[in-house]
Nanobody, 121 residues
Framework: QVQLVETGGGFVQPGGSLRLSCAAS????????MGWYRQAPGKQRELVAV???????NYADSVKGRFTISRDNAKNTVHLQMNSLKPDDTAVYYC???????????????WGKGTLVTVSS
C-alpha cells in the first residue's frame, strides 16, 4: 500500500506565505512525477505545479513567480512554497504522485486527502 500525506495548510492573510509538504510512504519502488493540484469551492480541480524525477518543473500561469515546487527524492517528499498568496488561492490542495511499486512497476497515480489553504483578511 502507498500513502500520500499532506501537511502545512492553514489560514493566512493576503500577501502571506505557506509551505505545503507531502510525504509518500509504503512499498515504493520508484516515484516519477509529483505534483500539486487544488480545488476551490464550486470549481474543478486544477493543476498547480508538477516536478519530474529529474527536477524539471511546470506551473499554472496563475501561480508562476509566486509558488515554487521542490522535491527530496531521498525522503520521497514534495514541497510547495507559496508566497504572495491571494484570496483566489483559497482551495483544498492535493498532492499527486505517479509511483511504481513492486507489484506495479509501470506506476500508477496516488493522491493525498488534501489540505485546506484559506487566504483571507
Amino acid at each position: 500500500q502507498v500513502q500520500l500525506v499532506e501537511t502545512g495548510g492553514g489560514f493566512v492573510q493576503p500577501g502571506g506565505s505557506l509551505r505545503l509538504s507531502c510525504a509518500a510512504s509504503g512499498s515504493i519502488f520508484s516515484i516519477y512525477n509529483m505534483g500539486w493540484y487544488r480545488q476551490a469551492p464550486g470549481k474543478q480541480r486544477e493543476l498547480v505545479a508538477v516536478i519530474t524525477s529529474g527536477g524539471s518543473t511546470n506551473y499554472a500561469d496563475s501561480v508562476k513567480g509566486r509558488f515554487t515546487i521542490s522535491r527530496d527524492n531521498a525522503k520521497n517528499t514534495v514541497h510547495l512554497q507559496m508566497n504572495s498568496l491571494k484570496p483566489d488561492d483559497t482551495a483544498v490542495y492535493y498532492c499527486d504522485a505517479r509511483i511504481a511499486t513492486p507489484a506495479q512497476l509501470g506506476g500508477m497515480d496516488y493522491w493525498g486527502k488534501g489540505t485546506l489553504v484559506t487566504v483571507s483578511s
